[in-house]
């Protein structure tokens, strides 16, 4: 079984760790700030005393002084039960001891002359109990012993039991801020994908019947607006594709349907009694022609399916459209001249692609000009370079102008203008969807204008120059 990692899981964790992070933070900087301020608190009490020790010792002159200071500082000290205090002479005797309070040398050995507020005090532990002290050598006028070491201590235990209740205290309110904090970001993450679970509802909800399903775009996040965006353009899209493989499927069946049923008819009416060899081969000359008809159509059909997946591929043929066109008059000449149909071509330009391909797309725009040319009209093919790197080809004849409604789907398959000319035999209206095709392969564009009794489709391709530059 694979193991599928939620998002709202992921964000959800993340969410705790950052609230973890944030929390350990301020809980370290708020511990240190009040270890600090405790340290301080001691310190300045530590320097009053010392002050005051250090101006006791100042009028000690004689032997007689020395031994009033024990009684001295004994006064001064009442109301400090955590307070020990330890004057020491230069010798190491112990002038003065306020408590049973063990000072230790490091204290003791490195007494300084002037101390700050700054002044770092040596902790050490004594007896389960834990003292912060400082130490400073102090001058007297006594001539015997001109400096003594003067040690102050507190006693810090009760404070370090209030950091540690207060760390515990501070720990259960993380904890509980951990998990709410978890809690609240599984929300937020839990509702910040709902547009998510929205869009993974609508596309189960996507069927070939059902395509017209759209996100509301007012209601998406804008970070998930590109994708919401993406999302109902392959909507359309979809929708567009399945429609037009409807449409497809439908008119080829209403195609192919025609001569299937001709040749059913013909071959049954044949069968039906016994006929003469002409009569045979009349029926079979008929059904001739429309196995040519659908012959034509599958390979229409097949060339077109091969465009729709990028199967054709172009060859590099240098070619002149000017020339292609001519020799496509000449081959229609004797149609024209029935007709009664002029064919001229004037201009000139070079572009590359297939020989083949673009002349078959040039004939089928010039025998649907023949076709839809009433006699003694002139059919006009205009080559010229437009732009740097693009040619165009106009292809225009005079006729009854086609309705604005008919033109956007003239290149559609098996669309045609007039309806009555859906059995003339004059193709199944593939025609211009190939001529698209193959224009679309070649990278260029063709478009179709009808207006005054003109109609005009002009293609644009990439020029000779502009493919030899890429």
């Not at 996507?206 to 392959?234: C, H, K, W, Y």
């Not at 192919?256 to 071959?267: D, E, G, K």
């Not at 009416?269 to 040519?292: F, G, M, P, Q, W």
């Not at 729709?308 to 149609?335: A, C, R, S």
Request: charge should be negative; charged fraction near 20%; hydrophobic fraction near 45%.
């Amino acid at each position: 079984m694979v193991w599928r990692r939620s998002i709202t899981l992921r964000l959800t964790l993340l969410f705790a760790l950052a609230s973890t992070t944030v929390l350990v933070a301020v809980g370290s900087i708020v511990g240190f700030v009040m270890e600090n301020h405790f340290e301080q608190m001691d310190i300045a009490e530590q320097l009053g005393k010392l002050q005051l020790i250090r101006h006791a010792l100042g009028k000690v002159t004689t032997a007689e002084d020395l031994s009033k200071l024990p009684q001295q500082l004994d006064d001064a000290l009442i109301g400090h039960p955590g307070l020990s205090v330890t004057v020491v002479g230069s010798d190491k005797t112990i002038v003065y001891t306020s408590k049973e309070t063990h000072f230790p040398d490091i204290l003791l050995n490195n007494a300084a002359t002037e101390i700050s507020a700054r002044q770092k005090p040596v902790v050490w532990q004594q007896n389960n109990h834990e003292y912060s002290g400082i130490a400073m050598s102090v001058p007297t006028s006594l001539h015997a012993a001109p400096l003594f070491t003067v040690a102050i201590a507190l006693d810090i235990q009760h404070r370090r039991q209030f950091m540690q209740v207060f760390q515990d205290t501070l720990w259960i309110i993380f904890g509980f801020g951990i998990a709410f904090s978890a809690f609240l970001g599984w929300i937020a993450a839990h509702q910040g994908l709902s547009p998510v679970r929205h869009i993974a509802l609508v596309a189960k909800s996507i069927s070939a019947t059902q395509l017209n399903d759209r996100l509301p775009l007012d209601s998406v996040p804008s970070e998930l607006l590109d994708l919401a965006e993406s999302f109902n353009g392959m909507l359309a899209r979809l929708e567009a594709s399945f429609q037009r493989l409807t449409d497809f499927s439908s008119d080829l069946a209403h195609e192919l349907r025609a001569p299937v049923n001709n040749l059913m008819t013909q071959s049954q009416v044949a069968l039906s009694k016994t006929r003469s060899s002409d009569e045979y081969r009349d029926v079979l000359a008929s059904n001739l022609e429309e196995y040519d008809r659908l012959a034509k159509m599958i390979s229409d059909m097949l060339f077109l399916a091969k465009a729709d997946h990028g199967l054709m591929v172009p060859q590099h043929d240098t070619i002149n459209l000017v020339t292609e066109i001519q020799q496509l008059i000449e081959f229609y000449e004797p149609l024209s001249e029935e007709s009664g149909l002029t064919m001229t071509v004037r201009g000139a330009g070079i572009t590359t692609g297939d020989r083949l391909m673009i002349r078959r797309a040039l004939s089928n725009l010039l025998s649907n000009a023949l076709r839809h040319t009433e006699r003694g009209g002139e059919i006009v093919a205009t080559v010229n370079e437009i732009n740097i790197g693009e040619v165009r080809v106009s292809i225009e004849n005079p006729g009854t102008d086609i309705a604005p409604n008919h033109i956007a789907h003239l290149f559609d398959r098996f669309f045609r203008v007039d309806p009555a000319r859906l059995h003339s035999g004059e193709g199944v209206g593939l025609g211009l969807a190939i001529t698209r095709s193959i224009i679309e392969a070649h990278r260029g564009s063709i478009s179709v204008v009808s207006q005054n009794g003109v109609t005009c489709f002009e293609i644009n391709l990439p020029s000779a120059e502009s493919g030899s530059r890429k």
